[in-house]
């Protein structure tokens, strides 16, 4: 069926002040995957919510608490506050398959969340923590009926992983991937709305011999609607 809409949800969260439209220069001194995160981030901040690492939603109070080192090109600043205060960023987008116009005619829709984070471990043969910038990705589509609006049926949701590193020179000795991966979809007991979820760890070697623990049990979850 082919695909005739994409639309971007954006955070519930209303900012009060003007946001910069010009990306900062990116210091030698900052990660570089870094910097490119907040730039995405600063030229895209309603594309975004924030997450703390109780699980609230702090979106307003990262933009307000950090705008003014962005424009002032102070990532590390940013950085430091990030490691301390932000479990992840959430970026979620929707595809809507093409409506029929046909009364009882059923209609799929795809969705999907990207969170992205910094997670870091203790390595025992290397100096300092190995930090990396994860890319968890948690996809899935469900059907309603396009005339009373109510779901008919789901899929159940797929994880896929990725993820760049950050200050660590020695790449081939490094891998890194997710375990013990669950999902689960859930429809509401109206039929109006479709929860999907996953859990999953964090975890690599490095050296082949040296094993790393960068996250235990991540959760992430979206929820489709029909419109």
Sequence with gaps: MKKILISTIFCLFTLIVVRTSVFAAIPKSTTKNFGSLMNDYFAETNSYAVINKNG????????????????????????????????????????KAANLGVPNAFTTRHISKEDSYIASAKSSVYDDKIKIKCFVTLSASFTYNFTTGKITGCSDPTLSFDYDTMDFENLTELNVRTDNISTESSVSSDKYSVTFSSNYDVIGTYLTFDDLTFAKNKRITMTGTPE
Excluded: G, H, P, R
């Excluded at 307003?60 to 962005?70: H, R, T």
């Design 56 to 95: 609230d939603d702090i979106s307003n109070a990262f933009y307000l608490d950090n705008i003014k080192s962005y424009q002032s090109s102070d990532y590390n600043s940013i950085e430091s506050y990030t490691l301390k205060n932000v479990s992840c960023f959430s970026k979620t987008t929707i595809t």
